[in-house]
């Protein structure tokens, strides 16, 4: 199709271009450099099959019928947007504020039923305990209770999917409260100046620490729960 392809040239010269203009991440220098097609699949999330997006949504609204049952569903809230645009190795993540759900195309593709059964459950529950207790600790006490006893799953906050097909360089950060880990884009947006992390839960900016880099838990909040301002 003439226009995708136009649209691949155009990322194809923007990555080079961008490329040229900072040149290799000095803090991977023996990061292998992907091909130009690889960058555009890494970047772009793959095409999801329409009848799994239709029933990961189908999901989402039987949770919350079954927690209005329960008489556990705030009157006030919609059922949370669904989004499928995940990067790294974080299954889900969910998004207080703006009251939505976003999966991991990669690993739904490869895991649907983890998905419908457990990370969905997972994230709508974080979504549940900020409208009915205001920001907590993401895994804490009221997390756990709902994910036990409304959803009848254990509270497992990592998770032991196959992540290879997403795996990337992790880069260690430490705000006032907890650690995070960065992928190598978010990180040498850091190092160049180009963008500054924040801890959504204190506030506080992401540092980076020289140790433990190369540790990478299976889920990720501390990243997702960040907010970058550009300058
Ligand atoms: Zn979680
Ligand atoms: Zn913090």
């Not at 019928?65 to 947007?81: D, E, F, I, M, T």
């Not at 409260?177 to 506080?204: F, I, K, M, P, T």
Request: proline letters at 9%; aromatic letters at 4%.
């Amino acid at each position: 199709m003439p226009g995708s392809f136009a649209t691949d040239t155009t990322m194809t010269l923007l990555t080079r271009l961008r490329r040229a203009l900072s040149g290799t991440p000095r803090t991977a220098p023996t990061q292998p450099r992907p091909r130009s097609g690889a960058v555009s699949a890494r970047r772009r999330p793959p095409a999801l099959d329409p009848a799994l997006i239709a029933r990961c949504q189908q999901r989402l609204h039987e949770l919350v019928l079954q927690l209005q049952a329960a008489g556990q569903w705030p009157a006030s809230r919609p059922v949370p947007g669904l989004e499928f645009g995940q990067r790294g190795k974080a299954a889900g993540t969910a998004h207080l504020g703006r009251w939505l759900i976003r999966l991991n195309p990669v690993l739904l593709a490869a895991h649907p039923q983890r998905f419908l059964g457990e990370v969905i459950p997972h994230e709508l529950a974080h979504l549940l305990v900020f409208a009915r207790h205001g920001r907590t600790r993401p895994h804490g006490p009221e997390w756990r209770q709902l994910m036990q006893q409304q959803f009848g799953l254990p509270p497992h906050v990592t998770h032991d999917l196959d992540v290879s097909a997403v795996s990337g360089p992790q880069f260690a950060y430490r705000c006032a409260c907890r650690d995070h880990l960065l992928s190598l884009r978010r990180h040498n947006r850091v190092v160049r100046h180009q963008a500054r992390y924040l801890c959504r839960l204190c506030g506080q900016p992401l540092a980076a620490t020289s140790d433990a880099a190369g540790a990478t838990p299976n889920h990720q909040h501390g990243i997702t729960e960040t907010t970058h301002h550009t300058k």
